[in-house]
């Protein structure tokens, strides 16, 4: 049987073809987003680019590779806000997950709630930047009579689902990351609404609670997709949670890191999960369970930050980082470009510390750089452990994945074997299986491990020779962190 799956990145649309029975992805193809910025935090892209790349991609494929597709699952970058008229306009630019020029608007929402903590214990999640609440609420702010007008909220891979089917629906795991939905329920939350905007409520989905196939594709978009008109459309997710499915983190304790230009590491647990201290988010997954998660705002866009300033390729970058050695000769980065959102930092700042004469290279730097980002991951692995999930195998994804002196570093830092799936494309293949599993029905876990292949040659296994150095390190960098809090909060 042919699934695809379609992954709505800040970068690209993807869209791969699985053959269930060859186990194989057997097409793929891609078209690269814009993006519109702002000094002040904004980042946004038009909902009419996604649909024209998600053309581009379809026309790409082969007719007898159409014809044969069956299902449909969709993957989106997480919290963006589309508001949709009720005749199907969207109404505004769709504001993405890596927006941070609405904090003023998460503290507003946080304050009328009784403040963070307990708003994280009502909810399970406090309201941060980046979060869909605070973006609806700076619509009804700067434009009423647009969000007047909104008859939906959807999120970016909903808008895909309603593009294909005609269907506007929720699921629970990409709605668990709007900060208007209460994790343990996994039902809306009328107060958090009325704190986000008035009438928000008339203007949400329903959420469904249980994975499956929502509708049919409608048959002027098969017509346009040369798709058969018998293609279900499944309930897809966030891209975080399909990533879960096509790395294999559907069992409880089962951790994957994605080194993508955003960073995440999340495990399934199959019981409500909600990190106290406010390091992992409380979402939930797209196969009925958990998804405790942590996500930083700055991955690759740190390394790439620095490989264009060095004017390097990657194998360069990486081959000056592997020979600075563990501990980059002293150098410490805070790799908070984008503002960062844990440690909580909307108007964080990339930051390079310890410098001195003689340790300030392209090759230091550039290490330096690597286990910066690789240091908040170790936030939130300390977090899991503290919060009893066992972690025993990482499982690697995303464009720093292919770092050889990366996957090294981490193993070595976190003190874990990792691994990387053989199939790249995380989120575009775990909405294939997910479409797969929607359309046939069975264990999840058990088509993970039927399915998802991982690569020997990619294996890291930690060693313990700087160990003491990156534990020094973390110390240093969680200090440097602490004393630009006031700065950067």
Not at 37 to 64: M, P
Not at 157 to 179: C, K, P, R
Not at 274 to 290: E, M, N
Request: include cysteine.
């Amino acid at each position: 049987m042919f699934a695809a799956g379609v992954d709505a990145g800040t970068q690209s649309i993807k869209v791969v073809v699985y053959d269930s029975d060859e186990k194989r992805i057997v097409a793929s193809s891609s078209s690269p987003l814009s993006l519109i910025e702002g000094d002040d935090g904004l980042r946004e892209q038009k909902a009419e680019w996604w649909l024209d790349a998600v053309r581009s991609c379809f026309s790409a494929l082969s007719d007898d590779v159409k014809k044969a597709i069956r299902v449909i699952s969709v993957s989106g970058q997480q919290h963006g806000f589309v508001p949709l008229s009720d005749n199907g306009e969207v109404l505004y630019n769709v504001k993405l997950w890596c927006d941070t020029s609405t904090a003023l608007e998460c503290k507003e929402i946080e304050s009328s709630l009784g403040g963070r903590e307990a708003v994280a214990e009502k909810l399970g999640n406090p309201i941060l930047p980046g979060y869909t609440a605070s973006k609806i609420r700076w619509l009804y702010k700067n434009h009423r009579e647009l969000y007047e007008k909104m008859a939906y909220v959807l999120l970016p891979h909903d808008y895909l689902n309603f593009y294909l089917s005609g269907e506007i629906v929720m699921e629970q795991g990409d709605a668990s990351g709007t900060g208007i939905m209460n994790v343990f329920t996994g039902t809306w939350d009328a107060d958090a609404a009325e704190a986000v905007a008035p009438a928000l409520m008339q203007k949400l989905p329903s959420i469904s609670s249980k994975p499956g196939i929502i509708g049919r594709i409608k048959k002027e978009t098969a017509a346009e997709l040369g798709l058969s008109g018998d293609v279900q459309i499944a309930s897809g997710g966030g891209d975080n949670m399909m990533s879960a499915i096509g790395t294999g983190a559907v069992e409880d304790g089962n951790v994957t890191m994605s080194l993508g230009t955003s960073g995440t590491l999340f495990s399934s647990v199959s019981h409500p999960f909600h990190d106290k201290a406010l390091r992992l988010a409380s979402f939930c997954s797209s196969a009925g369970a958990w998804l405790p998660l942590l996500c930083t705002m700055n991955c690759t866009v740190a390394s790439e930050t620095l490989r264009k300033l060095f004017e390097k390729d990657v194998k360069a970058f990486d081959a000056e980082a592997e020979e600075a050695g563990a501990g980059a000769g002293g150098l410490i980065m805070l790799p908070f470009f984008n503002g960062e959102r844990v440690p909580d930092y909307p108007h964080g700042e990339g930051v390079l510390l310890g410098m001195h004469q003689a340790n300030v290279t392209e090759g230091n730097i550039a290490r330096a750089t690597l286990e910066g980002v690789t240091y908040e991951f170790l936030l939130g692995l300390n977090a899991f452990r503290e919060n009893g999930i066992d972690v025993k195998t990482l499982n690697l994804t995303g464009g720093g994945a292919k770092s050889k002196v990366w996957r090294q570093l981490v193993a070595d830092m976190t003190g874990c074997p990792v691994r990387v799936p053989v199939i790249k494309e995380a989120a575009a293949f775990g909405a294939a299986l997910h479409g797969y599993w929607c359309l046939t029905g069975g264990d999840i876990s058990e088509i993970a491990k039927e399915h998802i292949q991982y690569d020997e040659s990619a294996e890291a296994f930690p060693r313990d020779d700087d160990k003491a150095v990156y534990e020094n390190g973390y110390k240093r960098w969680l200090s440097y962190s602490e004393a630009l809090k006031p700065i950067f909060s």
